[in-house]
């Protein structure tokens, strides 16, 4: 993991300076950063790059709960974890319900102390997972090429808009269907036959398949299966209709030339 920059938002400084101690332990790159009120945090998040949030609940200026809604509208889904002297009930079931990352009593108890630093590099761990996720879908979502995924009984459970666009459906369309219906007989009975047993004994295929619109069109595709560990399918395809014209142009002139 890359070094991560932590603010500590409490009106005793000596607290911040303790998270820093117990953060310097973890093995990873942590570098803290201390504000005594929530506006003062405000202006840390405005001027630099933060990965998490560590505040007390009870701040001079707002509570730990105002300062979240005000930090998630500047930066989205920031990991923020509330810490509190009081341990309420109301007020953990009140954070719970804004969102919190996690909720942690404060408290002179060297486990406590642990879970705290655990829970903070957890927190960034998976906001970052999430975004590798968010660019990873965001890259399939805008690609030339279609992708989708099915399920275990052959049913998509996911499909980007080029993939959609190459059958004549809306992505919401095929959503639950069966591949079966972007495919004509014949191609149906081979790829039962000969294909889907290929792809379950190698993990992946790769061919070309002919395609079946909504409007009762065909085109000639690119298409590769691969499998992934959960049983689903992964699905790319590619309109070579076009290619396979200029193919089948270019052998029908070499016969000619051949003939003559």
Not at 158 to 184: C, F, M, T
Not at 222 to 234: F, P, W
Request: charged fraction near 35%.
């Amino acid at each position: 993991m890359d070094e991560i920059r932590v603010l500590c938002v409490d009106d005793e400084p000596q607290w911040a300076v303790k998270i820093a101690e117990l953060l310097d332990r973890r093995d990873v790159a942590i570098d803290t950063l201390s504000a005594t009120s929530a506006s003062e945090a405000l202006e840390y998040l405005a001027d630099r790059e933060i990965d998490c949030i560590v505040s007390e609940y009870d701040l001079p200026d707002a509570d730990g709960l105002a300062l979240l809604e005000d930090a998630r509208s500047e930066v989205d889904s920031i990991p923020f974890l509330l810490v509190t002297d009081s341990g309420s009930e109301a007020i953990a079931s009140e954070a719970i319900s804004a969102g919190v990352t996690d909720y942690v009593r404060k408290a002179d108890d060297p486990e406590r102390d642990a879970a705290l630093a655990d829970a903070v590099v957890d927190a960034v761990e998976a906001a970052q997972r999430r975004r590798e996720r968010e660019r990873h879908l965001h890259a399939v979502e805008t690609a030339q090429e279609g992708v989708s995924i099915l399920d275990s009984s052959g049913r998509f459970v996911y499909v980007n808009r080029a993939y959609a666009d190459l059958y004549g459906y809306e992505p919401a369309e095929l959503i639950g269907e069966h591949w079966e219906l972007i495919y004509p007989d014949d191609e149906v009975a081979t790829a039962h036959e000969e294909i889907i047993p290929t792809v379950m004994a190698e993990g992946e295929w790769y061919g070309e398949t002919t395609g079946l619109r909504a409007d009762g069109t065909t085109f000639v595709e690119a298409h590769s299966l691969s499998t992934t560990g959960n049983g689903d399918l992964i699905c790319t395809v590619r309109d070579i209709t076009d290619r396979k014209e200029r193919e089948r142009d270019l052998e029908r002139y070499e016969t000619i030339i051949e003939a003559l």
